[in-house]
């Protein structure tokens, strides 16, 4: 596999053509942002840990039945994935209310559901990423209608699978964002990542933030946190 030139960057993440047009190479950075890119900073080892904690938990979702960009792990940093067309759309799924659903409703956070929810952001930042219904989806051409039904129904598939690895670790899965893209034949996959930059991950036993929340609330302890939710998952073994 051969790496050729850099064809994206994004906020915490590097993208590389490959001399298979079906194939990327991802590249983790340790660069954070929050605040649609207001608040800027670095954590020291994240990129480690957000390549190998994604690679790990994607490949147990493509045992679980889920598919995946993920093809294989190259360097500690980088990794090969299947080259997709992104939908955009952030989809969020909330076992437990906290951050932007505890804002806009005024309600502490903490509350268990009884019922996962799912939601979508229009992914856009000069729009800051507004919150957007499967209707408006729709008439902005974003995604069919069953494209916003398979995501759905991945997402909330994805929640049982990465909740029941997380429980077994002694953390609880708050909330989580995905993304997915399109194949070349239209099939639908998980692309992106899975990790504490895009996950709310606590602590069962003591309720502590192991995720970017320490970075995004200025909580300090963000590179210890990483690194003990990375040791929780034990993604050297996988
Ligand atoms: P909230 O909407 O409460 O800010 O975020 C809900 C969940 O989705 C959190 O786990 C958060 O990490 C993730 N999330 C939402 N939007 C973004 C985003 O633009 N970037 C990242 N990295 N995660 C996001």
Redesign the pocket.
């Known amino acids: 596999m051969e790496k050729r030139e850099q064809i994206y960057e994004g906020k ?1 993440k590097k993208v590389y053509a490959t001399d298979d047009p079906d194939l990327l190479i991802v590249s983790y950075k340790d660069d954070a942002t929050a605040f649609n890119g207001l608040k800027k900073g670095t954590i020291t080892g994240k990129g480690v840990i957000n390549n190998r904690m994604s690679n790990a938990l994607m490949k147990k979702l493509e045992e679980a039945g889920i598919p995946t960009h993920f093809v294989e792990e190259l360097s500690e940093r980088e990794t090969l994935v299947r080259r997709v067309a992104i939908v955009p759309l ?1 989809v ?1 799924v ?1 076992n437990i209310s ?4 505890s804002k806009r409703y005024g309600v502490p956070e903490g509350i268990v559901f009884d019922e996962p929810t799912v939601e979508f ?1 229009y992914k856009n930042d000069a729009l800051g ?1 507004p919150l957007i219904n499967d209707s408006h989806a729709l008439a902005l051409g974003l995604a069919t209608k069953e494209e916003i039904e398979t995501i759905k129904d991945y997402a909330l598939r994805v929640d049982r699978e990465l909740r029941q690895i997380w429980a077994e670790r002694g953390v609880t899965l ?4 995905l993304e997915f893209g399109r194949l070349p034949d239209g099939k639908i996959i998980l692309a992106d990542e899975i990790s504490p ?4 991950l606590w602590d069962t036993e003591t309720g502590k933030k192991l ?2 929340d320490r970075f995004r609330r200025d909580l300090g302890g963000v590179e210890e946190a990483y690194a003990e939710i990375m040791e929780r998952l034990g993604a050297r073994d996988y």
């Open positions: 915490a952030e969020i909330r906290a951050g932007s659903f952001s990423d708050v909330d989580f964002k930059d895009t996950c709310r995720d970017k």
